[in-house]
């Protein structure tokens, strides 16, 4: 029977093409990521999505298939046909196999952001009614807490808008940082989408993430806080200048001042806090 052939040679060639798409790097619009965590977590969705699309096409073309071959005109005596254990078998072990090959990567992905890492510097940030504070923790004595809060539109620019702040957490490339995320009266939740970073501050609790941003991919990246804490939740971005390991130690030895970091790409932002 055709049908059972072409599932029989379908399914297989469907898992195999799926499972050989994993480590493609197709862009879907996104960097491939920047901290270890984000490439792996992305990899992993190319992977999802290699696989919802092999699905897909296989269900479209056997639907068609169906319509076509079993259409009322070419059979018209109809099969009595309603139960097959061969086919039974395979519809039931293919999803098992597919979902077997995500377990994998899923889990290990997920252990990894879990298990913090010995840092080489740690952030507090806590999240206030509304906007972002960061404490570099045990270097207080030579740079103050940075109070970080949204550029209006005109600082900002269209594009920008409540994402640039007037004040970003600055962090050098190449170092482990660990984040330290707190909250002083609601819930909110530190959210660099950039870093594959996400966590919940909350208040009296103190949660803790890491990440560690590729030497050469130094800039300015933005996240937003992820809960719905409130009027002006979406008042609260973040933005995390990364410099170089040089450009982060003269920022400390000016005492956290945004003038000694180059502008060029950071330029609006600098501009706006030189006003
Ligand atoms: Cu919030």
């Known amino acids: 029977m055709r049908l059972k052939k072409a599932l029989l040679l379908g399914i297989p060639a469907l898992l195999l093409a799926s ?21 792996d977590g992305k990899k ?13 096409v296989f269900v479209f073309v056997l ?14 005596k109809p099969s009595k046909t309603t139960h097959h254990v061969g086919l039974e078998i395979v519809w039931t072990i293919v999803p098992v196999l597919l979902l077997m090959t995500l377990v994998y990567p899923s889990f290990s992905t997920l252990f990894k952001q879990d298990i913090i890492k010995e840092a080489d510097m740690t952030i507090k940030a806590t999240g206030y009614t509304w906007h972002w504070q960061y404490e570099y923790v045990g270097m207080e004595d030579q740079i103050d807490e940075i109070i970080s809060k949204p ?41 660099m989408d950039p870093f594959w970073v996400k966590v919940d501050a909350i208040p009296g609790k103190i949660n803790q993430t890491w990440f560690e941003v590729y030497e050469g991919k130094e800039g300015t990246y933005y996240g937003q806080c992820a809960e719905l804490c409130g009027i002006n939740h979406y008042f609260m971005p973040i933005e995390v200048r990364v410099v170089t390991k040089d450009q982060f130690n003269s920022f400390v030895a000016s005492g956290g001042d945004y003038a000694s970091l180059p502008t060029g790409k950071n330029a609006v932002q600098t501009a706006a806090l030189n006003k």
């Open 19 to 39: 499972t050989s798409a994993f480590g493609a790097e197709p862009s879907f619009g996104w960097d491939v990521g920047v901290t270890d965590n984000a490439a």
């Open 151 to 191: 550029l209006s539109k005109e600082e900002a620019g269209e594009d920008k808008y409540l994402l640039a702040t007037n004040a970003p957490l600055v962090v050098p490339s190449g170092t482990k940082i660990k984040v330290l995320v707190t909250s002083d009266r609601n819930l909110h939740s530190f959210s």
């Open 63 to 76: 639907m068609a298939f169906i319509m076509i071959r079993f259409r009322e005109k070419a059979n018209p």
């Open 44 to 56: 992993f969705l190319y992977y999802v999505y290699w696989m919802i699309a092999a699905i897909v």
